[in-house]
């Protein structure tokens, strides 16, 4: 996996955060040089089968795709997890915040089925998904790290999902997830 035979995808949230210089994504981008994005919030692979499509017909000939793909979480200076101290700002924030945004309106609520809002499809589907991954949070130690692990288990199912119903193998010889 060199950056003259790879492409490099990324399914992570598009929080600035996850940008940074220093951070994991950008040194990945350093280190194979292009890359595509498979993500929107909370790190799901929102492009789907066409972008990821896309994505592997972008590959160099008999070249390989490695993909990174995770939710994110902030762990705040006092350890407090789903909250990040953010540069300017005098209060921690959420992170990631469509996953606790969502945690807290399921919460709140019966889940409903995604609705046609496409101003906020993303926020809808990941409540969708996330509502019956909720059975054990009362047990759990830290119901925002319960919540981060189950949004995982989501990001990592779609992906595979998407994987799977790919026709990738005529663009790519090789596929790596990180």
Not at 33 to 51: C, D, I, Q, Y
Request: aromatic share 12%; net charge negative.
């Amino acid at each position: 996996y060199t950056s003259d035979n790879t492409l490099f995808g990324l399914s992570v949230c598009s929080d600035e955060v996850n940008f940074a210089d220093k951070e994991l994504v950008n040194l990945m981008k350093t280190r194979w040089g292009e890359s595509f994005s498979l993500g929107g919030l909370a790190g799901v692979p929102f492009a789907g089968k066409a972008g990821f499509g896309a994505y592997a017909h972008h590959v160099p000939d008999q070249g390989r795709l490695f993909v990174l793909f995770a939710p994110h979480v902030g762990v705040g200076i006092d350890g407090s997890v789903g909250k990040l101290e953010r540069a300017g700002m005098s209060k921690p924030s959420t992170a990631c915040g469509a996953v606790v945004g969502a945690y807290k309106t399921l919460a709140d609520s019966a889940p409903e089925p995604p609705g046609l809002d496409f101003e906020n499809w993303q926020f809808e589907y990941i409540k969708y998904k996330m509502a019956p991954m909720l059975d054990g949070i009362s047990d759990a130690p830290d119901a925002i790290a319960f919540v981060t692990y189950q949004m995982y288990t989501v990001v990592r199912d779609v992906m595979m999902e998407i994987i799977k119903g790919s026709d990738i193998w005529k663009d790519c010889t090789e596929i790596a997830l990180l």
